[in-house]
């Protein structure tokens, strides 16, 4: 069971029977009353979105979903394979399950893969990943302390905005829950 | 890596907080303040509905320092203030941090009336030592902190803005879900807003308004829509204080929460606190509108889960 004080982003709770993942969190609280603890959940079977409200004393069961490892194999149109590393069976998802996710896969990167009731319901990506830049305007040498930023194309086409000191082939480190960047990895 | 990137990336807003705070202790200073410091452990507590403290084998950590403040005040200290750090359990979001930094200050023969005009000059006082003007930026909105700022009471806010008259229907659960969802979000941006008159039921530490007990005065202040401040007319009767904290604990022993024993010095010394009015205001918040962040740990060095 999971307490109001658990809930965070990408959480998996389970509400009359079905798994929810919570997209988006925000712990607000008035100074002397009650903490209120809203979220955005999306059905990770039907995919529908609805904004809840949770007050402390709330108590939730923990989504019944089975993780395993899969391997992501290729996309094509709207559908995403995945290979389980140990059976080698394939599985496919749709885009909109997918979700931000995609922007993380390059072709045989391992990821947890939840199901519920066998199917493939949600991708869980670690913190942290290491993409290539592909496409990057060039930089503007000696201004690394005013925060400027220029966006530039990761190996996945995922765009960000990143330092100007960016160039086009080095890999960068990306936090998977916030979206940005973090830092160059280390050559 | 990240760690010191973020850090090193905090340095402006760190200076910035730290040139607050200076320019905070100046002001009471001038004003004949005395700044005092009281012990973070402690064996007994406020009883408070909302707040839950962390408790350690040495006792608890403050979650505030009023219990120690208005000792002073039956001392025959008149003005007092404290900047410290404060402690409560399970308040991790945006705008709140489990250990964060609170001023309180206290005014003896006063009532909450004054603590409004403590926090004009104060706002004022501060946005002048740091930018040298009164009007500020907060997430894309334009602030004045030129005084006066609007005082609504709670019963106007609400009538106006949630459609309900919170001193005669007692509902502290859809009081404070429509304070934040329907009346903050409401307010004035322009200039920051005074709430005043707090329902009694949301307020066991104020004094009940002689004309009209329904109601205690209390008052909040919001800018930019941040809760920075929260105040009273301290009640000081020992026999109502009691009542009310026993009415709390049983509020808390019914939810299934810890109940902890009453601060039995606290409430022998409160006969002896004059007519006195105190506030507490959140320094992470205050940085925050002077910075322009938009989440409290960009205005402090080190997040809990920077640990």
């Not at chain 1, 059905?43 to 979903?65: C, H, K, P, V, Y």
Request: glycine share 6%; aromatic share 10%.
């Amino acid at each position: 069971m999971y307490e109001a004080a658990d809930l965070r982003k990408g959480l998996k709770i389970q509400i009359e029977g079905e798994p929810y993942i919570l997209t988006d969190f925000s712990f607000v609280k008035p100074g002397k009353g009650q903490a209120l603890y809203k979220c955005k959940l999306k059905n990770l079977i039907t995919g529908s979105q609805f904004d809840r409200t949770f007050r402390s004393g709330d108590r939730f069961e923990q989504a019944d979903l089975d993780e395993q490892e899969m391997e992501f194999l290729y996309q094509e149109g709207t559908q995403y394979c995945f290979m389980n590393t140990s059976s080698y069976e394939q599985v496919h998802m749709e885009e909109e399950q997918v979700g931000d996710a995609k922007n993380y896969l390059t072709d045989n990167v391992k990821v947890s893969v939840s199901f519920f009731q066998a199917k493939p319901m949600a991708i869980n990506l670690p913190t942290f990943v290491e993409l290539k830049v592909v496409k990057a305007a060039p930089g503007v040498k000696g201004d690394t302390a005013t925060g400027a930023t220029k966006p530039v194309t990761m190996e996945t086409g995922y765009e960000i905005q990143v330092p100007l000191f960016i160039e086009e082939g080095e890999t960068l480190r990306l936090d998977t829950r916030t979206g940005q960047y973090v830092s160059r990895t280390k050559e | 890596m990240e760690d010191l990137a973020r850090l090193a990336s905090k340095r402006k807003n760190l200076v910035l907080r730290e040139r607050t705070l200076r320019s905070v202790r100046r002001f009471f200073r001038e004003r004949g303040f005395l700044e005092v410091a009281t012990p973070l452990v402690n064996p007994c507590l406020i009883p408070e509905d909302h707040i839950h403290p962390f408790e350690t084998e040495a006792g608890f950590l403050l979650p505030s320092p009023e219990i120690h403040m208005k000792r002073f005040l039956a001392a025959g200290y008149d003005r007092v203030f404290q900047v410290g750090p404060c402690f409560r359990k399970g308040e991790r979001g945006e705008q709140h941090l489990p250990e964060f930094t609170m001023l309180e200050w206290y005014r003896a023969r006063e009532d909450y009336r004054a603590l409004t005009d403590d926090c004009e000059l104060l706002l004022r006082a501060v946005s002048q030592d740091l930018f040298g003007r009164t009007g500020i930026e907060y997430r894309g909105a334009s602030i004045d902190l030129s005084p006066p700022w609007e005082r609504m009471t709670v019963r106007e806010a609400f009538l106006e803005h949630a459609g309900w008259d919170p001193l005669e229907d007692e509902d502290p659960t859809k009081f404070e879900q429509d304070l934040t969802e329907r009346v903050v979000p409401a307010l004035d941006r322009g200039k920051p807003v005074f709430l005043l008159d707090f329902p009694a039921y949301e307020a066991s530490l104020a004094r009940k308004k002689a004309a009209d007990p329904r109601a205690a005065e209390r008052i909040e202040l919001f800018a930019g829509g941040l809760e920075l401040a929260n105040g009273f007319s301290e009640l000081t009767d020992p026999e109502e204080q009691r009542q009310r904290f026993e009415e709390t604990n049983e509020g808390r022993r019914t939810r299934g929460e810890a109940v902890y024993p009453l601060p039995d010095k606290f409430l022998a010394f409160l006969a002896d606190v004059p007519p006195s009015a105190g506030i507490a205001l959140g320094i992470d918040r205050l940085v925050m509108l002077f910075a322009g962040a938009s989440h409290v740990d960009e205005v402090i060095a080190l997040a809990p889960e920077d640990l």
